[in-house]
């Protein structure tokens, strides 16, 4: 039998076109409508969200039920069948994002008149509740300067103390995770461009990116690379070399940064740790603070999705945030 193109078949709008193919139906609303942020979402997320819709289009289809009459106790049945990739039941966080990806469709059908009846996933929100949301934790606004001051001040009479100004004043100065740190290439520093930056591979679902290095850390940086030089390092690449010639340990990264964050004048209060991620969060909320667009800090934090940067900026004026100026 010849398969039939789809090329020429008019677009269809409303209820019709989810009765007739409602996978189809789905992607051109996803593509097509914004989220609560009020922007539309990413290709990545249109992908995922049609990967979910088709599997609960499965599910309907095995059980013979209808999106204009489907009932909450299907849902749960739907949600409770859900498996990771190994096989095991799905984690709660995975039902609620289901949850929360249904409510929005059912919501919609009801808006376009393919259902009459209420939403059916309105009642599970209380079984399938969503973790709590936790604030980014950071440094102060005006603890972002005293935590480079503290850097700063110890002279550097060996070499790894020279290392270590640069590698951690580079962190809140450029906002890099903990392993992009460690890992950092000599050929990923641009430093002959205005202003200089970094180029961080991809990895995991962090795509690449390039984020400037804020003026403050040039100096220690270049101070350290020009020492670098001087060192027995061969043909090793890493930019903040262990004893050893290698990258350093994670856990060795872990606490240089809380020696610094607990000291004992206290003069920084962090909130929400003492990890390298209370600096790359400090560098982010000021970068918003000081009215970067919010496109541009995503992309400087490598963040998937702009909702991830949106909770940075959330931040901006609030107590324990960062100052707007």
């Known amino acids: 039998m010849e398969q039939l193109s789809l090329i020429g078949i008019p677009h269809i709008d409303g209820a019709d076109a989810w009765l007739r193919s409602p996978m189809s139906a789905f992607e051109n609303w996803q593509n097509s409508a914004p989220h609560s942020g009020g922007f539309l979402y990413a ?9 979910m819709w088709h599997g609960f289009q499965d599910f309907l289809a095995a059980h013979n039920h209808d999106l204009r009459t489907v009932q909450p106790d299907a849902l749960v049945r739907f949600l409770d069948s859900l498996t990771a990739k190994d096989g095991r039941p799905a984690l709660d966080s995975t039902r609620r994002r289901y949850l929360k990806l249904l409510a929005s469709t059912f919501a919609h059908l009801k808006a376009i008149g393919l259902r009459r009846a209420a939403n059916p996933c309105l009642v599970l929100f209380k079984y399938y509740r969503p973790a709590p949301v936790k604030s980014p934790g950071s440094l102060a606004a005006h603890e972002d300067d005293q935590f480079v ?5 110890t002279p550097a009479v060996s070499w790894r103390k020279v ?44 795509p690449e990116r390039r984020t400037p290095i804020i003026a ?4 220690p940086l270049c101070r350290w690379l020009a020492l670098r030089a001087t060192l027995p390092l061969g043909a090793e690449q890493t930019v903040f070399v262990s004893g050893k010639g290698g990258p350093m340990l994670p856990a060795t990264l872990y606490r240089k940064v809380q020696a610094l964050l607990k000291n004992t004048d206290g003069s920084l209060s962090p909130r929400g740790g003492f990890g390298p991620q209370i600096l790359r969060n400090s560098f982010l909320i000021r970068q918003l603070a000081q009215d970067k667009p919010v496109d541009v800090v995503q992309q400087w934090a490598g963040h998937v999705e702009l909702k991830s940067t949106l909770r940075y900026r959330d931040l901006v004026g609030k107590p324990g945030g960062i100052e707007a100026e």
């Open 149 to 153: 001051s503290l850097v700063l001040a």
């Open 163 to 206: 290392r270590d100004q640069a590698m951690l004043v580079l962190i809140i100065g450029s906002g890099l995770y903990a392993a992009e740190i460690i890992g950092l290439k000599l050929s990923q520093l641009i430093l002959d461009a205005e202003p200089p930056y970094l180029i961080i591979d991809a990895h995991g679902k962090v």
């Open 43 to 51: 290709e990545r997320s249109v992908r995922q969200h049609c990967a």
């Open 216 to 219: 403050f850390a040039r100096a």
